[in-house]
């Protein structure tokens, strides 16, 4: 993990504590460059994205702006199309990211008037891009020998600089938040012997860095420790992490994740605890119960101290249950119904964050499951598999609150079994271990079913195509789009735009 070295300096108020960008579409953007030639005199303007500010609290508990960005375009700099989802109006697109890497030797623009004139220089264009006359913008400046910045320059109507004008006002942003693999985050801090700014990461702990009980033969995480390594352990466990569903697999996935010594999960699950759920890892006599409230009592004496399991019995759909997604690391869904799968996507994809989701089903030639990891900028749900029952998910959309549960479960399934739920959920941890302590990755999709001879089939496929993203309504749309993009309206319109793709390519909709 690629930690700050020191708590960062906090901005101006006016301008955001942090730009929270995919590693992998960073990634993708710095081997194209790195592969092609460059003019050694000038400045190369590699990408540009659509740019959403919004308040978020921190893990600290208080309120700071934060910077999303939308899918970045290597093409060149012109009016961004406004986010638009059938006839509905355009998501608000505050400002425009720039990513830039000058030739070496270029020294750091000095000051307000320099940035100014550098912006100018390198995108004259940029006030033709958001809407707004004169929009904020974001610069991600990286050098080819590690030295960078991230500088932010204020939009409409900015604070009086020193002689009381309100000339453009250029800050450095503390933090770079890269979600993907290894979930890094880079603090820039400045170099005075250079006068520029660079990139001062922190390698994983070290084993004299962590707390003693890691080291002890009699604590309960030794073992653990053996395995991954102390600094490795210590780095998931410091994970936040948002799990959908508390059920059959929902509730063994939570029981492992505490045993793991997860820090903070936060478990979204309105239902209430029947006979037929107690396969999943619930505790005897809780029938009736919210599930919430029963999975408590079941892990209560594993929680490690100091770690936060809270809960949140609203639907997905709610807007809380996306403010929890905007603060964690790893988005875990184990649901049923695609709806809710749609809702946990989508605040996924509005808040840069990654996603594994998890589907099981029983049918009469074995069991089947099947794993999608999804990082940030790699995909959403609709572009990587679909969605099993994509032909009721408008009827589903249109449900106000939690799913009714049928008196009978054969009317949503054939039936279930613990030994392949708690497959499912402990290959969903092992998964979700590797993506955290992996750098970089990308999507993968895992199918597993058993064949009539009672063997096991895995099939991996990593959808590595980009045109996927571009032509996905869900990814166009909502990518970065912040909070405020998802809302009932904008998702059934998207929908039904999706569904009317796949009837035009021929493609059946269950």
């Not at 960062?8 to 929270?20: G, K, T, Y």
């Not at 990518?479 to 809302?487: E, I, K, R």
Request: with cysteine.
């Amino acid at each position: 993990m690629l930690t700050p070295h020191r708590t960062p300096p906090h901005p101006a108020p006016w301008a955001p504590a942090a730009l929270r960008l995919p590693r992998r579409a960073l990634d993708a953007l710095l081997q194209q460059a790195l592969a092609r030639q460059q003019q050694p005199e000038r400045t190369a303007l590699l990408a540009h994205a659509p740019l959403v500010l919004q308040h978020e609290a921190d893990r600290a508990a208080s309120p700071n702006l934060v910077a999303l960005a939308g899918p970045l375009s290597t093409q060149p700099l012109r009016a961004l199309p406004p986010i638009r989802a059938g006839g509905l109006a355009p998501v608000a697109r505050h400002g425009l990211l720039l990513v830039a890497m000058p030739p070496p030797g270029l020294a750091l623009p000095q000051g307000d008037a320099g940035w100014e004139a550098w912006l100018c220089a390198t995108a004259p264009g940029f006030r033709l891009a958001p809407a707004a006359l004169d929009p904020p913008v974001l610069v991600l400046w990286l050098r080819r020998d590690g030295q960078g910045a991230l500088m932010y320059r204020h939009g409409v109507q900015p604070p009086a600089g020193p002689a009381g004008t309100s000339a453009p006002r250029w800050v450095p942003v503390p933090l770079l938040q890269l979600p993907g693999g290894s979930m890094a985050q880079v603090v820039f801090a400045p170099l005075p012997a250079q006068g520029t700014a660079g990139l001062r990461p922190q390698p994983l702990p070290s084993p004299a860095e962590v707390p003693e009980d890691f080291l002890s033969p009699s604590s309960r995480f030794s073992v653990q420790a053996s395995a991954f390594g102390t600094g490795e352990l210590r780095h998931l466990q410091q994970r936040r992490i948002v799990l959908v569903g508390a059920g059959r697999v929902g509730s063994v996935l939570a029981h492992g994740l505490v045993r793991l010594g997860v820090q903070h999960l936060a478990v979204v699950e309105p239902d209430v605890v029947e006979p037929h759920n107690l396969d999943g890892d619930m505790p005897a006599l809780c029938e009736g119960q919210p599930k919430l409230q029963a999975l408590q009592r079941f892990v209560r004496g594993l929680v490690r101290p100091g770690a936060v399991l809270e809960g949140l019995s609203w639907p997905v759909s709610h807007p809380a249950a996306g403010a929890l997604v905007a603060q964690a690391d790893m988005v875990l869904v184990c649901v049923d119904n695609d709806a809710a799968r749609l809702w946990a996507n989508a605040w996924a994809l509005a808040h840069n964050r990654c996603l594994l989701a998890v589907a099981t089903s029983v049918r009469e030639q074995g069991a089947e499951l099947d794993l999608r990891l999804l990082p940030a900028g790699t995909g959403c749900l609709a572009c990587t598999g679909g969605y099993a029952q994509a032909g009721q998910l408008l009827q589903q959309l249109a449900h106000q609150g939690p799913v009714a549960t049928p008196a009978d479960f054969r009317q949503q399934r054939r039936g279930s079994l613990r030994s392949w739920s708690a497959l499912a959920a402990h290959m969903s941890q092992r998964l979700l271990e590797q993506h955290l302590l992996r750098q970089g990755g990308g999507a993968l999709f895992r199918q597993m079913s058993e064949t009539p001879q009672g063997g096991l089939q895995v099939r991996d496929w990593r959808p590595e195509d980009g045109s996927r993203l571009s032509a996905c309504p869900f990814c166009h749309h909502l990518q970065g789009a912040g909070q405020a993009a998802v809302t009932p309206h904008r998702l059934r319109a998207l929908t039904t735009g999706w569904l009317a793709s796949l009837a035009a390519d021929g493609r059946a909709v269950a």
